[in-house]
């Protein structure tokens, strides 16, 4: 079984910085973290961020384009969302999504952001 693991979550106040980070455990083989996605209360989860394997190409939601950066550490298997210039807006539950090589999707439980105005 797999499950991934999600930490950094936090309250920060409007303009400040977190950085998010997920690894998988379990049956960890060929399961892959390379995106990120956010559920804000009474919305529906949204893209935020993914990476490819290598880390070379990246895709971002208009609304974190400048502000967000999501690496993958491949040495530990780890994808990471730097996040910076925080708005209230941003806040929400945060997920990590990983893929394995037969195209199966893994979710994380999700880490709660908060941001004070």
């Known amino acids: 079984q797999v499950q991934l693991v999600e930490s950094g979550g936090g309250l920060v106040q409007a303009g400040g910085s977190l950085r998010l980070s997920c690894a998988p455990s379990?049956?960890?083989?060929?399961?892959?973290?390379l995106a990120w996605f956010r559920q804000a209360p009474g919305k529906e989860r949204e893209f935020v961020g993914a990476t490819t394997w290598t880390g070379s190409n990246t895709r971002y939601a208009d609304s974190v384009k400048g502000r967000f950066t999501i690496s993958r550490d491949n040495a530990k298997n780890t994808v990471s969302l730097q996040m910076n210039r925080l708005k209230p807006e941003d806040a929400a539950v945060y997920y990590c999504?990983?893929?394995?090589?037969?195209?199966?999707?893994?979710w994380g439980q999700g880490t709660q952001i908060t941001v004070s105005s």
């Open positions: 999504k990983a893929v394995d090589s037969w195209a199966n999707d893994y």
């Open positions: 379990g049956r960890t083989f060929s399961v892959y973290p």
